[in-house]
């Protein structure tokens, strides 16, 4: 099999292939006859066996790409080949898997434990993004990484021989979404907590959301040699109660910086009851959110230096010395997030606003001079300092209704989800316009392409 090049998808059902025209029983069609009886016989265009041809794969010939999807609620991440689609391997990951015995002995019992969240055993999942280990931003086949979105947690697979070596919980959060991006040589796979809580999973009042509840970057060490998440050197930065969701390492220009972007900027709690607006429209009156740059490798020596304080055995740099050291920025970005891309330069980040129809590209020299010199437009509520949206970006490019994921080919072109239009859009990085839509018949959210997110895309396939 060639190399693993295929950044994961999260695949919550894989439907049953069915033909929308079967043939009737009593007709003969073997190979002798021809390809227009054969087309005639079952209603094919010459589109369609074109686009069969691109993707079919003979039984006992290898696929070129391998995708690594994850399960959703069944805990798994199944490999896919691809162009053909086939079902090659299921993984047991955070969900025992009696048929392949995984969790029942031979140290995968271990392995599932180790997941546990303190004395509370948990054996189910929701599985979200998976990602590839990277040298010099380039996928090298080695580890998957993924997480748990439910519980928190990381698991890393050796992928030579496609098994769960480790599960790590986090004691620090409630949630995660942006689970397992990796910097550019994994050094460390990075875990952004979703919904705030109180770090250490305290129970505090709702009340107190604003004081008490907050977010976390989880900088997960990873130790290649061993094959693990090394627990004793990784560490985490306090984050506003600001609901981070995805995350991307910036590589080449950007290389040493992590990408979060983040929703409810309102800091809504919900609370129908007492007359208060559903938090799903609370948390979208703001037409800006904040995405958060990090400069990981500033506070990665903050940590060598002790600038730390140490929750349940973790360390952890605060939301004021983030402030006071620059390791931390806010800038604005388009209502409700979702997708945040670096592309394969590494200048440039691209955001997508499940509340806007825009594809928002910011510079990474832009946002570095700001920093630089820094040039605030003020700060939050937290004493963060916010970068200017305007001065940040290089553009917009008009997408469609809810754009959520990008990735990229080698010609310079994007490739976004369109989740209400239920479409792929298909842009011009350098020129900030749509060059085609391509419909799907269900409403798209992940998106992934041939090494669409590494520093070299191969731009052969994108699976919607």
């Known amino acids: 099999m060639k190399s693993i090049i295929f950044r994961a998808m999260i695949g919550l059902a894989f439907g049953a292939l069915a033909c929308s025209k079967p043939v009737p029983p009593t007709q003969n069609i073997g190979a002798s006859k021809s390809v227009k009886e054969l087309m005639a016989a079952r209603g094919l265009s010459e589109a369609d066996v074109e686009a069969a041809l691109r993707t079919y794969t003979p039984s006992g010939k290898l696929d070129e790409y391998m995708i690594f999807a994850s399960g959703g609620q069944s805990g798994q991440v199944l490999a896919i080949g691809a162009p053909s689609m086939r079902l090659l391997k299921v993984i047991g990951v955070f969900t025992p898997e009696p048929w392949q015995g995984y969790g029942y002995g031979g140290g ?27 040298t010099k931003g380039e996928y090298d086949g080695q580890f998957l990484f993924v997480n748990d979105k439910a519980n928190a947690r990381v698991a890393v697979v050796d992928l030579s ?13 409630a949630s995660d979404h942006g689970g397992a991006f990796v910097t550019p040589n994994t050094d460390y796979v990075v875990e952004t907590s979703q919904y705030p809580a109180p770090l250490g999973r305290e129970y505090v009042p709702i009340e107190q959301y604003k004081e008490k509840y907050r977010g976390l970057a989880m900088f997960w060490k990873f130790d290649r040699a061993k094959g693990r998440i090394d627990v004793a050197n990784s560490w985490a930065l306090e984050l506003p109660p600001y609901t981070q969701d995805l995350a991307d390492a ?5 290389d040493g910086f992590v990408f979060i972007n ?29 995405l958060h740059i990090i400069d ?8 060598a230096d002790g600038k730390t304080s140490t929750i349940k055995g973790v360390k952890v740099i605060s939301l004021q010395t983030a ?14 997030p979702h997708g945040v891309d670096v592309t394969p330069d590494g200048k440039e980040i691209v955001v997508g606003g499940k509340l806007d129809t825009h594809a928002t590209v910011y510079n990474f020299e832009k ?16 004493g963060l300092p916010v970068l200017k949206f305007q001065d940040s970006i290089r553009g917009q490019a008009e997408i469609g209704m809810g754009p959520l994921h990008t990735v990229f080919d080698n010609k310079g072109n994007a490739y976004t989800s369109v989740f209400l239009e239920s479409a792929v859009a298909k842009w011009s990085l350098k020129e900030l316009k749509v060059i085609e839509k391509v419909p799907v018949h269900y409403n798209i959210g992940h998106i992934l392409a041939a090494e669409g997110d590494t ?3 191969d731009g052969k396939y994108v699976v919607a």
């Open 108 to 134: 995968s019992d271990a392995v599932l434990a180790g997941g546990n969240q303190g004395t509370h055993k948990i054996t189910w999942a929701d599985v979200h993004h998976p990602n590839l280990s990277e």
């Open 161 to 173: 021989d496609f098994t769960t070596k480790q599960i790590v919980p986090n004691q620090l959060v």
């Open 250 to 254: 910036g590589k080449l220009d950007s």
């Open 262 to 290: 983040s929703f409810n900027t309102e800091m809504a709690i919900g609370g129908t009851l007492e007359g208060k607006p559903p938090i799903e429209s609370g948390a979208s009156q703001n037409d800006m959110d904040y």
């Open 296 to 303: 990981w490798k500033k506070a990665e020596k903050l940590v």
């Open 323 to 336: 402030a006071a050291e620059g390791i931390l920025h806010l800038i604005g970005e388009p209502k409700s």
């Open 367 to 382: 946002i570095k001079k700001l920093i630089d010199a820094k040039q605030y437009e003020g700060k939050d509520a937290y």
């Open 455 to 457: 520093v070299s895309p």
